[in-house]
């Protein structure tokens, strides 16, 4: 059974900064594609940050562009959100994704498995 589990999440005052994990298992090669994801109360779930497991390319959203880096450590199926300068508007779920089908890349609907999320709050 495929399996993301979220961590590092938390509450942190503005200018701070965060790096979540995600560490996959259940899968035989590890995922090719992962992406996080973050949800607001009362909004739609975005997208922020993708990587391509093989290469190591990573796209990012305008949102967040500059203030975040998306890493990996293949041998451990694990990748890494890291949060700088935080601002009170980045409070959010945040998730991560695997087994990309396709399209666009912060679509959520292009992302078949899902994590449980991890919680940042930024207070100002």
């Known amino acids: 059974q495929r399996q993301l589990v979220e961590s590092g999440g938390g509450s942190v005052q503005a200018g701070g900064s965060l790096r979540l994990a995600c560490t996959a298992s259940?899968?035989?090669?590890?995922?090719?594609?992962r992406g996080w994801f973050r949800q607001a109360p009362g909004k739609e779930r975005e997208g922020v940050a993708v990587i391509r497991t093989g290469s190591g390319d990573t796209y990012y959203a305008d949102s967040v562009k500059g203030r975040i880096a998306i890493s990996q450590d293949r041998a451990q199926n694990t990748i890494y959100l890291a949060l700088n300068s935080l601002k009170p508007e980045d409070t959010a779920m945040y998730y991560c994704a695997a087994d990309f089908v396709g399209g666009r890349w912060f679509s959520s609907e292009n992302f078949r498995t899902w994590g449980q999320g991890t919680q940042v709050t930024v207070s100002s």
């Open positions: 259940g899968y035989t090669a590890g995922p090719n594609t």
